[in-house]
């Protein structure tokens, strides 16, 4: 029995869900989510897209997970957009100012908070 293997050209391979493009939501801001940020701001710098969008939804949380998740902002190649869905408050609101520059959006029903450094020395 022979078995003929010639497809057409016309046929393409499926994309791969890998080549997908990456959206970024971040909720809280611990060591689990910035090294998941880490992950998928790699992830997103390999599948060709021409941005790459984070969705802030967050209370806050600690200031050395939002550090590391600034210095992947800085250091990506393509540009990140910063979308503020619900709340951004706290390490959200710094984090929503780290965006690239004119592409930083917030939903006119969304809250943006910012306070005051605090060392809890009282």
């Not at 057409?8 to 994309?15: I, Q, V």
């Not at 599948?47 to 990506?76: A, E, F, K, R, W």
């Not at 910012?114 to 060392?119: A, E, G």
Request: charged share 20%; with cysteine; proline share 6%.
């Amino acid at each position: 029995m022979n078995i003929i293997k010639k497809f057409s050209p016309l046929l393409k391979e499926p994309k791969l869900i890998d080549d997908l493009p990456v959206a970024i939501r971040v909720r809280k801001f611990d060591e689990t989510s910035a090294k998941e940020f880490s992950n998928l701001m790699m992830k997103a710098q390999n599948t060709g897209q021409p941005v790459v969008p984070v969705i802030i939804d967050s209370y806050g949380g600690q200031v050395y997970s939002l550090m590391s998740m600034v210095s992947d902002i800085n250091h990506s190649k393509i540009p990140v957009a910063t979308i503020v869905q619900g709340k951004a408050m706290s390490c959200g609101a710094l984090l929503f100012s780290f965006g690239t520059e004119g592409f930083r959006y917030m939903d006119p029903d969304a809250t943006l908070m910012i306070h005051d450094v605090s060392s809890m020395s009282w």
